[in-house]
């Protein structure tokens, strides 16, 4: 196998974890956020499906991506509120829980047994989750364990590791169906009129007619209709949905063409999510510095945590990347996302 097919994940990771880097950087709301970034990438799909021409469609086309939107709509805004909340350093490494959860679904869902070497595997992912939220002063050996599941931003993104590892195989099965390009435009299309419907529905459920939500700096914000209709329809938005919607779609673009260019599921998923983690983590340091080198106000910082406990948390993210790799490798547990 060429080595030069591990681009496909590794790039697959990086733009993912750029991508990440702007949920952090602006304040519009989630909702609009992903759903117009989504919606500007259409046009791009339809053209790149123009000139490789329509699939032929088999029959776990729909039932998998009817499935799938529901699941990656509750992702996408799971990741929003993730980032927000707490810093990359932190968050991202709990991705690589994917494969861990995927060990233990993967019997009940036929994707076989779990291994000696991939209960190994768990298991020093596990000690780099508890490396990772290690505290100065903490109270308790037991402390780093009750972070993961009580602090916002690793709940929820405990939340999106557990539900890629349930979604896991429906991508495979919808491109295996239909074809890389025609997947992302249907189902990326239908992810983005979810997310865009889910405004209205959740602004007429509302007693006050308003919703909050936690901006990029994780300070509460209240806004209605006409907040939703400037973020949507300004100029300075358009160009976040664009470099937003850009990296999404490369992201979706890498993962699809790798999922066809390597023989196995496993060996792509090993690389983009040891990319993700390792770039974020990598992007969300340059942004730290950066805001000290630019003397940011404290106040004003997005990436100001990313410094703190900075030993124990690049320890944890080692550990918890090389047990992912080993459940990858040596796991038995087929699928991606």
């Known amino acids: 196998m060429s080595p030069l097919l591990w681009l496909w994940p590794l ?5 993912d974890a750029a991508s990440r880097i702007v949920i952090k950087k602006t304040d519009i709301h989630g909702f609009v956020l992903n759903g117009m970034s989504l919606l500007l990438s259409f046009p ?34 799971l990741l929003v509120e993730s980032h927000r909340a707490g ?34 595997g768990i298991l020093v992912v596990v000690c780099g989750l508890y490396v990772l939220n290690i505290e100065k002063e903490q109270k308790g050996w037991l402390t780093p364990f009750k972070l993961i599941v ?42 983005a009129l979810t997310l865009l419907a889910l405004i209205p529905i959740s602004l007429f459920l509302s007693p006050s ?19 939703f209709k400037n973020q949507i329809f300004s100029l300075s938005s358009l160009k976040i949905f664009l470099g937003y919607g850009a990296f999404n779609m490369l992201t979706g673009i890498f993962h699809s ?22 770039f974020a983590v990598l992007f969300g340091l340059i942004m730290w510095r950066l805001e000290i080198f630019k003397e940011v106000n404290p106040s004003q910082r997005r990436f100001g945590t990313e410094g703190n406990n900075l ?17 990858i490798l040596f796991g038995n547990v087929e699928g991606g996302v």
């Open 257 to 278: 063409v790798g999922l066809n260019a390597l023989p196995h599921v496993p060996y792509f998923m090993a690389g983009k999510r040891s990319g993700a983690i390792i």
């Open 150 to 191: 009580t602090e916002r931003a690793s709940l929820f993104m405990f939340g999106v590791t557990f539900i890629a590892a349930l979604s896991s195989n429906l991508d495979k099965i919808a491109i295996v169906n239909s074809s890389p390009v025609f997947y992302l435009m249907i189902d990326h299309g239908a992810v």
């Open 311 to 327: 030993k124990w948390k690049l320890s944890g993210t080692l550990l918890a990347v090389v047990g992912m790799v080993i459940i």
């Open 44 to 77: 791009v799909y339809f053209v790149w499906l123009y000139f490789v021409g329509f699939p032929e469609i088999g029959p776990q086309f729909w039932s998998a991506v009817f499935w799938h939107v529901p699941m990656f709509v509750l992702i996408l805004i």
């Open 209 to 227: 007619g308003r919703m909050t939500y936690r901006n990029s700096q994780n300070r509460i914000v209240n806004i209605g209709a006409n907040d």
């Open 11 to 15: 790039s697959s990771g990086a733009t």
């Open 87 to 120: 810093s990359m350093l932190k968050t991202m490494p709990l991705a690589s829980l994917t494969p861990a959860f995927l060990i233990v679904t993967g019997p009940l869902m036929g994707g076989g047994n779990p291994t000696f070497l991939g209960a190994i």
